[in-house]
């Protein structure tokens, strides 16, 4: 049976019903349309990207950087994150997330969100959700031709997670749909203060959302400047050398 052939709920999953004075209450149906609907948003929520799943803080490197100008920038944003989650329970309170940016790409912006949402996840418990901006969007578009899934539910679904990650933020079309939706989401957070983890390519400043947007976030993150090198070469490298170094040893 499909929730919506339920009788009593026709799928809602809720009933209603007036007392005397003509107060309105409702309650769980029995049928338990509310119970699947919990567990399949939990089941489709969290995922963070297996490659970031087993990182962690205390492998996130400084080393890596080799400019002088990228290390105080790295030492800089890492003390921040430090103090941030040393006062989680205070950052909580105020919904205050951190929006980790820099233009070069490969710099550990999202390397350092995948550790931080797995540390709130492992020892504090949070429910987190980890997407790409992209992804984000092309969740909102498959919710328009699928007749089981509403839009307006993944919405206010993101709207609520305790912790949203959103990755490389910007990097999609700033189109009217995308920034009405993504208004949606931020507003909602903003208002019940939820804590959101950005990554961009782009400052603050140079996001192309209008204003209620980059306000919004503005005023609920700390922005962290993330150093302009690529550690990405460096990595590759580094395990090039290794490998070598492992096939001499044998
Ligand atoms: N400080 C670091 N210590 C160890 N590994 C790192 C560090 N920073 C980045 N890496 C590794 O380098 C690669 C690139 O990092 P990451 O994907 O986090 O960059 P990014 O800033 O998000 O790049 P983009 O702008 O392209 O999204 C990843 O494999 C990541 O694990
Ligand atoms: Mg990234
Ligand atoms: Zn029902």
């Given at each position: 049976?499909?929730?919506?052939?339920?009788?009593?709920?026709?799928?809602?999953?809720?009933?209603?019903?007036?007392?005397?004075?003509?107060?309105?209450?409702?309650?769980?149906c029995?049928?338990?349309?509310?119970?699947?609907?919990?567990?399949?948003?939990?089941?489709?929520?969290?995922?963070?990207?297996?490659?970031?799943?087993?990182?962690?803080?205390?492998?996130f490197?400084l080393?890596v950087?080799?400019?002088?100008?990228?290390?105080?920038?790295?030492?800089?944003?890492c003390?921040?994150?430090?103090?941030?989650?040393?006062?989680?329970?205070?950052?909580?309170?105020?919904g205050?997330?951190?929006?980790l940016?820099?233009?070069?790409?490969?710099?550990?912006?999202?390397?350092?969100?995948?550790s931080?949402?797995?540390e709130?996840?492992?020892?504090?418990r949070?429910?987190v959700?980890?997407a790409?901006?992209?992804?984000?969007?092309?969740?909102?578009?498959?919710t328009?031709?699928?007749?089981?899934?509403?839009?307006?539910?993944?919405?206010?679904a993101?709207?609520?997670?305790?912790?949203?990650?959103?990755?490389?933020?910007g990097?999609?079309?700033?189109?009217?749909?995308?920034?009405?939706?993504?208004?949606?989401?931020?507003?909602?957070?903003?208002?019940d203060?939820?804590?959101?983890?950005?990554?961009?390519?782009?400052?603050?400043?140079?996001?192309?959302?209008?204003?209620?947007?980059?306000?919004?976030?503005k005023?609920?993150?700390?922005?962290?400047?993330?150093?302009?090198?690529s550690?990405?070469?460096?990595?590759?490298?580094?395990?090039?050398?290794?490998?070598?170094?492992?096939?001499?040893?044998?």
């Amino acid at each position: 049976m499909k929730d919506s052939d339920c009788p009593v709920c026709h799928g809602s999953g809720w009933v209603f019903w007036r007392d005397d004075e003509g107060r309105e209450y409702g309650k769980r149906c029995e049928c338990g349309a509310v119970e699947r609907q919990i567990m399949e948003n939990k089941l489709e929520f969290a995922n963070i990207p297996a490659a970031f799943k087993t990182l962690e803080l205390k492998t996130f490197r400084l080393d890596v950087y080799r400019q002088d100008e990228s290390r105080k920038l790295i030492k800089d944003a890492c003390a921040a994150i430090k103090y941030y989650l040393d006062n989680l329970e205070d950052m909580r309170k105020n919904g205050m997330g951190l929006y980790l940016y820099s233009g070069t790409k490969g710099s550990g912006k999202t390397r350092m969100a995948a550790s931080i949402a797995n540390e709130l996840i492992k020892t504090k418990r949070f429910q987190v959700k980890f997407a790409g901006s992209m992804q984000i969007v092309n969740e909102i578009k498959a919710t328009w031709d699928d007749r089981d899934r509403s839009e307006s539910k993944l919405l206010t679904a993101l709207a609520s997670v305790q912790v949203l990650v959103i990755d490389d933020f910007g990097t999609e079309l700033p189109k009217d749909w995308i920034g009405e939706r993504f208004y949606s989401i931020i507003n909602g957070r903003y208002q019940d203060k939820m804590i959101t983890i950005f990554t961009s390519n782009m400052s603050l400043a140079d996001q192309r959302y209008d204003d209620r947007i980059t306000n919004r976030i503005k005023e609920r993150t700390f922005q962290l400047h993330f150093p302009e090198e690529s550690v990405r070469d460096l990595i590759a490298e580094q395990n090039r050398r290794a490998l070598i170094e492992g096939m001499k040893g044998r």
